[in-house]
């Protein structure tokens, strides 16, 4: 079964940093594209970042290049996000997801950015 | 970006009766390798989205067989035969041809 948790969120204020980590089992994470798509409240999925299975690329909502940062370590069946310079309209659910198209989801941890 | 419109926003619906939802791209989905990479989701409240349809027409696992999905080029449509009390949620279209997009989810409510 595949199985995917998220962790990491939180409150912090404008400008602040927090670092999502999704724990994964239940496929091969090592042969699998993985992404972040988030969801504000009351709004539609939105996707933020998306890194190749052998890390060798990634690519980033628009919004979101230079401050959000998508890494994985497939020794430990593990992905990232790594947020700086948050801004309030950064507010949501994040959620890990298998590869381009969302073949499984998590539960999603959520991050609110306000002062 | 592309831009996926659905519709209707909302859809009220009597139990046992069939449902429509239309989704249009503001671009071919089409991609170079000849699929067009066009996928469904329902989200019922309090969960994260699911994966029904993937590729215009291709149920996922699990997915029961009252879900379809047909369409091509920029225009789609998610079809369900006969609703049931489960089927109440967001449903949305979404593409992933390009940088992945979503529309702005239909509203699936029992009358």
């Known amino acids: 079964e595949v199985q995917l948790v998220e962790s990491g969120g939180g409150l912090v204020r404008p400008g602040g940093s927090l670092r999502l980590s999704c724990a994964v089992s239940?496929?091969?994470?090592?042969?699998?594209?993985m992404s972040w798509v988030r969801q504000a409240p009351g709004r539609g999925p939105e996707w933020v970042a998306i890194?190749?299975?052998?890390?060798?690329?990634?690519l980033y909502l628009e919004s979101v290049k230079g401050r959000f940062t998508v890494s994985r370590d497939n020794a430990k069946n593990s992905l990232y996000l790594q947020m700086r310079s948050l801004r309030p309209e950064d507010t949501a659910v994040y959620f890990c997801?298998?590869?381009?198209?969302?073949?499984?989801w998590g539960r999603g941890t959520l991050v609110t950015v306000s002062s | 970006d592309v831009v996926v419109t659905q519709y209707p926003l909302a859809l009220p619906v009597t139990l046992g009766q069939a449902a429509s939802i239309s989704c249009r791209c503001s671009q071919s989905v089409v991609s170079g390798d000849g699929n067009t990479y066009l996928n469904w989701y329902q989200q019922r409240p309090g969960q994260s989205p699911r994966r029904l349809i993937h590729e215009v027409s291709k149920r996922d696992s699990g997915v029961p067989d009252r879900f379809s999905g047909s369409g091509s080029g920029t225009d789609f449509t998610l079809k369900i035969s006969r609703v049931e009390a489960e089927d109440v949620g967001l449903y949305y279209c979404m593409q992933s041809t390009h940088w992945p997009t979503f529309g702005l989810g239909t509203r699936v409510q029992i009358k």
């Open positions: 997801v298998v590869g381009w198209a969302g073949d499984h």
């Open positions: 239940g496929f091969t994470f090592s042969g699998t594209w």
């Open positions: 890194i190749r299975e052998d890390i060798t690329e990634t």
